[in-house]
């Protein structure tokens, strides 16, 4: 259909290239030309237009927006990010459609959602697999009974230390609105029964496409409620001290455009947001940006750059804990109902892509005169620092506590437990002595 289209158009503009009764097919080709990442040709048909005139606010508006988006493409198409994307083993790959992968912290686990036939209505599944001994991911396994069901489970988050999800229902669960979000958390390999976040976060509307902070405790999501700047805004929850979800907040103009923001990802570091958009220069469709937090701000968006975004849609992206690693899914569109889509991984340059990288501590805590595995609330203090980075526990059955620091930092790690004497470690965060720091801590009764 789009080359039918295209032929006629073109051949309106060589049988009568100045006539002014048809200007407005420039119009349609420069759109056409923009969406093919023809941006060259694109550009041509738009000068054409405006030589001839234009007469109608609205396509005029359209004009100087494509124009920027024109001058933005040509311009940084030339500065190409030095990347390698790559299929993911085919052992990951093996269902008709896969997207939205997220990582644990250690990269030893993901999450991703499937859809088992090709169609919007097939059911969707979400699920796990993890690095084996020698770090081959094994086979994708249904994450839970209590998590999948006969109904569609989709987009979800994981807190840094894997043992809290949350995940996207659309129906067969008691909802608020027509999508919502459910969270369930993980005591050593079971996941307890999801439960709605209820009214501060869900409203009648849609919500979908979470991310968590690496402590689990700040929740940014989509939803198209009132009270955004465009039908898909980003929004964001935190946790008070009661545990309990604050009522959601839009994250602002800094972030939102009366465009649809969409797929937002917190990297672990807590400062670096990616996220999808249409509303800033980009090279067509939805281009994945990042803004940096600068004490309670949002800095203005960068888009990330050729051939990472391209004139097709780039609509999620992961980095990993180092920012090393970005993970994303390909979906490929065909004229059929059939379309494809794959899970992808690159390795970002050198320079990499974060202003502040992350490290991961880890370790066991234990009953020190039975070796016993201790469920202990930890808090995490940087240096001179009265009010805590994070607040977690460790797991009740292995003892097992997880938890993300970033460069150059110290920090003190406060760790007590009912019936045993409380005990604090310091230490200096230095990311030149690998990618985790590993200590079991033993808790005197």
């Known amino acids: 259909e789009l080359k039918a289209q295209q032929y006629h ?33 694109s550009k041509a048909m738009l000068s054409k237009l405006e030589q001839l005139g234009v007469d109608n606010v609205r396509i005029q508006s359209d004009v100087d927006q494509l124009t920027k988006n024109l001058d933005f493409a040509i311009e940084n198409i030339k500065n190409k990010i030095d990347i390698d994307p790559r299929p993911m083993p085919q052992i990951l790959n093996s269902f008709p459609l896969q997207y939205f992968p997220v990582l644990t912290a250690d990269e030893k686990t993901i999450i991703y959602t499937v859809r088992l036939g090709v ?24 994450i839970s009974p209590n998590i999948n069901s006969q109904f569609n489970e989709g987009t979800c988050a994981i807190s840094a230390d894997g043992r809290t999800l949350i995940f996207t229902t659309c129906e067969g669960r008691k909802s608020l609105g027509v999508c919502d979000l459910y969270i369930t958390t993980k005591t050593g390999d079971e996941w307890s029964v999801p439960k709605n976040l209820g009214r501060n976060v869900n409203s009648r509307s849609w919500e979908s496409q979470p991310t968590l902070s690496a402590d689990g405790r700040k929740l940014f999501f989509v939803s198209d409620r009132g009270g955004g700047f465009g039908m898909r805004d980003i929004w964001m929850s935190e946790k008070d001290e009661q545990n309990l979800w604050k009522k959601a907040v839009n994250l602002g103009n800094g972030i939102n455009t009366k465009e649809d923001e969409v797929s ?27 803004s940096e937090l600068k004490d309670t701000i949002w800095l203005e968006p960068q888009n990330l750059g050729y051939p990472l975004n ?29 379309n494809q889509s794959f899970l992808y991984t690159f390795e970002f340059p050198l320079k990499g892509i974060l202003e502040h990288r992350s490290i991961y501590l880890t370790g066991n805590i234990y009953d020190e005169e039975t070796n016993e595995p201790v469920e202990a609330t930890i808090e995490l203090y940087a ?56 200590r079991d801590i033993y808790l005197r009764p």
């Open 383 to 438: 240096l001179g620092s009265e009010k805590p980075i994070s607040i977690f526990t460790s797991d009740p059955v292995s003892g097992k506590y997880f938890t993300v620091l970033n460069e150059g930092s110290e920090i003190t790690l406060y760790v007590e437990s009912k019936g045993y004497l409380f005990q604090s470690q310091s230490f200096a965060v230095d990311l030149d002595s690998g990618s985790s720091i590993s």
């Open 119 to 142: 169609r919007f209505h097939d059911d969707e599944n979400i699920v796990v697999s993890t690095r084996d001994e020698n770090g081959n991911w094994t086979k994708p396994l249904s």
């Open 9 to 41: 158009l073109e051949q309106v503009v060589r049988i009568a290239p100045d006539t002014k009764k048809y200007k407005n097919v420039y119009y349609s080709l420069g759109k056409l030309y923009f969406n093919k990442g023809e941006y060259t040709h």
């Open 264 to 290: 937002p990802f917190i990297h672990v570091n807590g400062t670096s947001l990616f996220f999808a958009s249409k509303g800033y220069p980009g090279f067509g469709g939805f281009d994945i940006y990042k």
């Open 310 to 338: 391209t004139h097709e849609d780039q609509v999620s992206l992961f980095v990993s804990t180092n920012g090393k690693n970005g993970y994303y899914s390909f979906e490929r569109k065909w004229q059929t109902e059939e």
